[in-house]
């Protein structure tokens, strides 16, 4: 590349004027913003639409398209992008369009925005801008309509807790058509010769114009799905034009920049090497960036303050992208989106042989992060990061990648790629140093390279264990042997690292099974991995080494020998280990029938939101602007578990700029000691901390970062005590919860073990770990005063204002009448918005009223994480008693959750749990005691099913035990001991109405599971490294609060003289669509159209004393309850409607309004006929039972632990649905957050398993480390019904209770995933039962499938550690 060291010196030119256009508006960008993202400066411009899930690219919520015009190709660029890790000025020059630009409520949504809505696809709508602005950012980058799996693909990078996904995908598949005609309106040969048609709007548009023609050839495929057609929602109520590139940003020249940002941050752009190498020179410790993926984490969670940025990605030499005859120069800048694309074309322009590197990189950046990430990020950024899982590195390595680098004095030298690692995060390159560029040679013949990775999760995840690996074969008289080999692996160590003894050890070898036992026995001890390495999961990554190594060796013998591999030794069944992961689009079928009552129960209204979200008009708390005088509140946070507290200095609070004050316990006006149910907790913490993560104090400053920096600048020092980290731990102390041992018994379990009765009776223990919430919104409230504090107001997002104005009130020693909270929608809860978000709110409510300001208080996604507290985990210890058919005789179990360290909900959810740790069956004689296990974490709460699904999991265990046991499948052992009607439960609660019989017979003909049976079985047969498992598994959930007074429910429901109604009721929305249903329920009372009924927020000075919107009754309890205030308006208008005819509802209001009647009624119900006494452990603490059950299929991959769901059938029985489009959607969403909970979501913490993290905290607090179920984990085929012709006499309109009881029907997959399992262990003749800990993670799927791989490092009784 030579020297640029005489080349001339020019000047940097630099400017601090810098423009950026959103949504078509041209903004100047002043200087002194180098510190922003572009979410925050959308924020401050008041574009509320784009939101905050995570902060750090994982879940993208933030997600905006950004153009720029491409000098190169001369047209206009589109991509996706996460704003939440954009910084500002690196779009200068550039076009940003947010959910605001594309459509909204006024002008008419954007067809991609109508579609969704249309389909059900919000439910929250937290996520929704998201995934609008993904699918429109692929709809624009394309050139023709995108195919399904693209449109898959694109979404990987958006998560969504509500919905499930089904819809989403269903909403936006009509855009894959590929018939112009139908497509849009405008037929192709009424097109102009250079006219484009923009996929998005299926108009013509300007940004491809000379560059795409309409092919006229495509055909429409795909009719399986039609819910809606592209032509329903083609936009003809759209009137806005796209948005166009704005034409000022084609013409105008760019320059380099200079710009300045808070605390003395400069932020460069420029626009030549010679630019770069100057800045580097001037600062040696400034760093680059360019897709600031890796910077702005360091920045923002590491909270690693760099002075210097210098924004690279303009600058041309470090965007090369050139093909020559010995492989591929590649820029350091070059974003992956773009290497892939590069990638692509040499696969197709080179020979075979020669692209092996390419496809292997292909194959990689599949799996990198998602596509907003993979548009930005760039090559250089992921090298020089020397992150030791960098997914590209080991490839690098191995592939035998030269990388250029270059020093300020533009001096150029080469370093191999496997030289340049040096350490952690530590690289060759000196401190005037850049890195130039890459050069990747073509392979040789017979020389092969291979990708791997393994992660939690397969989309958008980082590695666990990744590796690059490379040989070069040579024939030698008929044998292969090795002529070079390379095996390079990430997360293994501090850095990407050669197996180098392996290495050795294959060189000059025959390649052949005699080499691959060799080099195994060699890799065994290559790389040392100590047991308390960081990250943990030790045997795992062991094996995962072996395990890609042995693929690879079956790999490359498949390559040269293809299917006459078995020179080498391999039967067809070994080549299962390689084949790739492909997904299909997935498919899914949602069966009911409609129940119409008057005119709008029973229909399948579309969410009353749903085109505010799909628009961002929908306002959540966080986006509320802070009022004048306002300021914003960070929480002062313990860092120990358990502590006496000595000390508090906030010396270094004072002197920041913007700090307003910090307020501790002695500040708080009321009392300090709160709590959900018994008044356990303090406010803040005043002499011991019992957890990490409890608040100890509040700051409250005039921005959102200054309050945060004063918050870790209060300094405390502690005196620590022991803490109790486990509920084994807890166990061992005695350490519990007072006045929480429970009991619950029916016949004598005893007698029975004794009697002989009993063919067997085993013992085991089964743990279930917790989850987070992860609702999207996090936990948020603004507050102020009023009257100069007479009054306090607050708008939460929260499932339960009552209990804010509760806690608020007291502590702040005002009476309730006071006190308001007001709640308009909340972007997810499910549980855990129900109490700890009372204490937040309280909080804030300190310094608002002490200061009499408004105060705001949003907490950011790993402060929330690691102090709201989760989904408890569980210990169960049972012993079971069954006959030799399988049929039950007797129970006894212990039952333990992880409360944490304050009561809050623990006791009602153990309860809840004893109460469903039958599932569905009938057991004679039952005996559990359960007890609440103090604990130093963060007090666990509510979350959907509330220890419901924790105890029928601890069920499903011991059935599929017994199954085991009697070489017997679990369906048949579930069916013979099926409860029926009239059935008395443990408790005395007798069945009525069981439907269960009925559900399981539908399911089993549905889903054929005799045949599904054989062909699992088959597959088995045929395949030794990938095993398929399925299982089928009901469920019976009771449907109320146990705690009795919490059954009731208030409405008022107020008649306009324009016809139109008002309700408000005491449940919140929270994306389940309760105002939907609940409207649904006034409008068909009073004979009117959905739309005249308005739900506008829930608010405690409307309806008082409210319960939290929890339990899954809120539809029953708010539905009855405005029914009540309906029939009373009605009641009171009847006299009026007998006497005359009136033409229309609003006539007949005018006329009663007119007679003086009072058109406004509160409305009351309670749930009738329940009751518990826990004194003599019988009662009837549900109204009813929820239903149903669901079947599941799986494929694992026994050596990597990966796994997918290729089908999911679930049934439920809902009566007659008030709404059956958003039950089906509560059906779904439940059913993706259960496979979450079973499969894929594993909280860790620093416990005595996880030693290399610090004592009490947790370690995944974000989407990075936490992994939710993505797109690509949803079943291949997803089909929900619902029962026909079963309307439930207790609940109004006939209707049943949904959002919890699908939740646990996940469990089938868990029990489908160890079916698979089984079949694997079996290949090496481990036919007995084994306990697998929920959530069967890769690793817990790997380390049970015992083999020749796990071998060498444990057992096949191993147990993979779980914090529970
Ligand atoms: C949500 C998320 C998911 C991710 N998933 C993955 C994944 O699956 N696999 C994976 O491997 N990584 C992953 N990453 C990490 C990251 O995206 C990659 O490392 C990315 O390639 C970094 O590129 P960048 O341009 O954004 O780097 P930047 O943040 O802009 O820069 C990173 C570092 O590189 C230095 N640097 C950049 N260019 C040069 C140069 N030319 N010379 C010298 N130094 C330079 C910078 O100074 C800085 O220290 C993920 C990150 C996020 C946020
Ligand atoms: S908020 Fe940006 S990706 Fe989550
Ligand atoms: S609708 Fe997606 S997170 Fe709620």
Known sequence: MGSLKNEEDLSLEESNEAILYVNGVRRVLPDGLAHLTLLEYLKDIGLTGTKLGCGEGGCGACTVMVSYYDQVSKRSMHHAVNACLAPLYSLEGMHVITVEGIGNRQNGLHPVQESLARAHGSQCGYCTPGF??????????????????????????????????????????????????????????????????????????????????????????????????????????????????????????????????????????????????????????????????????????????????????????????????????????????????????????????????????????????GKQIRNVASVGGNICTASPISDLNPLWMAAGTKFQIIDSEGNIRTALAKEFFLGYRKVDLKRNEILLGIFLPWTRPFEYVKEFKQAHRRDDDIAIVNAGMRVLLEENSGQWSVADASIVYGGVAPLSISASKTQLFLSGKTWNQELMQGALGVLENDIVLMQDAPGGMVEFRKSLMLSFFFKFFLWVSYQIDGEQSSRMGLTHSHLSAIQPFCRLPSTGRQIYEIKKHGTSVGLPEVHLSSRLQVTGEAEYVADLPLPPNGLYAALVLSSKPHARILSIDDSGTKSLPGFEGLFLSKDVPGGNNIGAVIDDEELFASEFVTCVGQAIGVVVADTHETAKLAARNVHIQYEELPAILSIKDALKANSFHPNCEKNLEKGDVEDCFQSGSCYNIIEGEVQVGGQEHFYFETQSTLI???????????????????????????????????????????????????????????????????????????LDRDVDMMITGQRHSFLGKYKVGFTTEGKILALDLEIYNNAGNSLDLSLAVLERAMFHSDNVYDIPNVRIKGNVCFTNFPSHTAFRGFGGPQGMLIAENWIQRIAMELKKSAEEIREINFQHEGYI????????????????????????????????????????????????????????????????????????????????????????????????????????????????????????????????????????????????????????????????????????????????????????????????????????????????????????????????????????????????????????????????????????????????????????????????????????????????????????????????????????????????????????????????????????????????????????????
């Open 132 to 369: 609008v602005m993904s699918m429109y950012a692929l709809l624009r980058s394309s050139k023709t309509p995108p195919s399904e799996e693209q449109i898959e693909e694109c979404l990987g990078g958006n998560l969504c807790r509500c919905t499930g996904y089904r819809p989403i995908i269903d909403a936006f598949r009509v855009f894959a058509k590929t018939d112009n005609s139908l497509y849009n309106n405008h037929s192709s040969e009424r097109l102009l010769e250079d006219q484009f048609v923009c996929p998005s709007t299926g108009k013509p548009c300007s940004c491809g114009s000379n560059v795409v023609s309409v092919n006229k050839d495509f055909v429409n495929c795909h009719n399986r799905y039609s819910p809606l057609s592209y032509t329903e929602i083609d936009g003809s109520s759209y009137c806005e034009k796209e948005l166009i590139f704005p034409p000022e940003l084609l013409l105008r020249k760019i320059k380099p920049l200079h710009l300045n940002g808070f605390g003395g941050l400069k932020w460069y752009r420029p626009l030549k090497l010679r630019q770069v190498l100057d800045l580097k020179s001037r600062y040696p410790d400034a760093k680059l960036i360019v897709g600031n993926t890796e910077v702005g984490i360091e920045m923002k969670l590491k909270r690693i303050q760099y002075q210097v940025l210098i924004s690279v990605g303009h600058v041309p030499e470090l965007n090369t992208l050139r093909m020559r005859d010995d492989g591929l120069e590649i820029g350091a800048a070059v974003r992956l989106t773009e290497l892939v694309e590069f990638l692509k074309m040499a696969v197709t322009q080179r020979a075979a042989y020669e692209t092996s590197s390419c496809k292997a990189l292909i194959g990689q950046i599949k799996w990198f992060a």
């Open 784 to 858: 102020w005063t009023m009257d100069g504090g007479n009054e306090v107001h607050m708008i939460s997002s929260t499932q339960a204002p009552q209990k804010h104005q509760k806690y608020v009130s007291h502590v702040l020693g005002l009476p309730q009448s006071k006190v308001v909270c007001k709640t308009k929608r909340i972007g997810g809860g499910f549980g855990g918005k129900e109490t700890r978000s009372a204490f937040i709110a309280a909080a804030a409510s300190v310094p608002s009223y002490l200061l009499n300001r408004p105060v705001k208080i949003t």
């Open 985 to 1364: 439960l443990h408790y005395g609660q007798k069945l009525q109405h069981c439907t269960l019989t009925s559900l399981w017979n539908e399911l089993n003909s549905s889903c054929n599971i005799s045949k599904a049976c054989k062909e699992v079985d088959l597959f088995n047969l045929h395949n030794r490294w990938k095993k398929r498992g399925i299982s089928m598994v009901p469920t019976k959930f009771g449907i109320s609060f146990t705690t009795k007074f919490m059954n009731q429910a208030g409405a008022l429901v107020q008649v306009y003289t324009d016809g139109t109604i008002l309700v408000t009721h005491g449940g919140v929305e929270m994306g389940q669509g309760l105002h939907t249903k609940v409207a649904q329920v006034a409008a068909s009372s009073f004979g009117v159209p959905l739309n005249s009924v308005f739900i506008s927020e829930t608010s405690t000075d409307k309806v008082p004393n409210a319960s939290p919107t929890a339990a899954s009754a809120s539809s029953d309890m708010y539905g009855a309850a405005v029914l009540d205030a309906c029939e009373q308006i009605k009641a009171r208008m009847e006299p009026i409607a007998s006497r005359n005819k009136y033409s229309s509802f609003a006539e007949l209001a005018k006329a009663c309004h007119m007679m003086r009647i009072d058109l406004s009624a509160h409305g009351f119900y309670i749930t009738p006929d329940i009751g518990f006494d826990w004194k003599s452990g019988k009662g009837s603490p549900f109204n009813y039972f929820t239903y149903g059950a669901a079947f599941a299929e799986v494929e694992i991959d026994t050596l990597t632990g990966d796994f997918h769901t290729r089908r999911a059938d679930v049934i439920l029985d809902l009566g007659y649905s008030i709404n059956p489009a958003i039950d089906v959607g509560q059906i779904e969403g439940a059913f993706i957050q259960g496979l979450g909970w079973v499969a894929l979501e594993e909280l860790k913490w620093g416990d005595a398993d996880h030693k290399w993290i610090k004592p009490g905290y947790l370690y995944t607090c974000g989407p990075g480390s936490y992994k939710l179920p993505s797109v690509n984990d949803i079943p291949l085929e997803f089909n929900v019904s619902l029962l026909k012709g079963v309307p439930n006499v207790k609940a109004i309109h006939s209707s049943k209770a949904v959002g919890e009881p699908p939740f646990f029907l996940a469990s089938s997959v868990f029990f489908a995933i160890k079916d698979a399992i089984i079949a694997a262990r079996r290949e090496v003749g481990c036919n007995d039962w084994f306990p697998l800990d929920n959530p069967a993670t890769p690793e817990r799927i790997r380390m049970a499938c015992t083999d020749e791989f796990t071998k060498p490092f444990v057992g096949s009784e191993f147990r993979p550690k779980l914090s529970v």
